[in-house]
Nanobody
């Protein structure tokens, strides 16, 4: 059974930092693309950052230069370091895992990030 468990969300002032973690189980982690989406009420889920199984990273334009995705294959964990947070970063952040050869994704339950102005 695949499980993705996010942690690290919370309330932070604008300009502050948070680090999200996503611990995976039930998959061969090193073979999976990992990443983060975020969603606010009434809006579509937005891709934030990805890390391929080869370690190639990609970011949404809105977070480039502020967020960093990384992965520790030994710990089956992907991280999202978020610096210089802005109120518009407020959202529920979801971790996902995608087998490199399959279109469908596994999802975590999400962690709330709230940035106050």
């Amino acid at each position: 059974q695949v499980q993705l468990v996010e942690s690290g969300g919370g309330l932070v002032q604008a300009g502050g930092s948070l680090r999200l973690s996503c611990a995976a189980s039930g998959i061969i982690f090193s073979r999976y693309h990992m990443g983060w989406y975020r969603q606010t009420p009434g809006k579509q889920r937005e891709l934030v950052a990805t890390s391929t199984s080869a370690g190639i990273t990609n970011y949404a334009d809105s977070v480039k230069g502020r967020f960093t995705i990384s992965r520790d294959n030994a710990k089956n964990t992907v991280y999202l370091q978020m610096n210089n947070l802005k109120p518009e970063d407020t959202a529920v952040y979801y971790c996902y895992a995608q087998d490199a050869y399959v279109v469908s994704k596994y999802w975590g339950r999400g962690t709330q990030v709230t940035v106050s102005s």
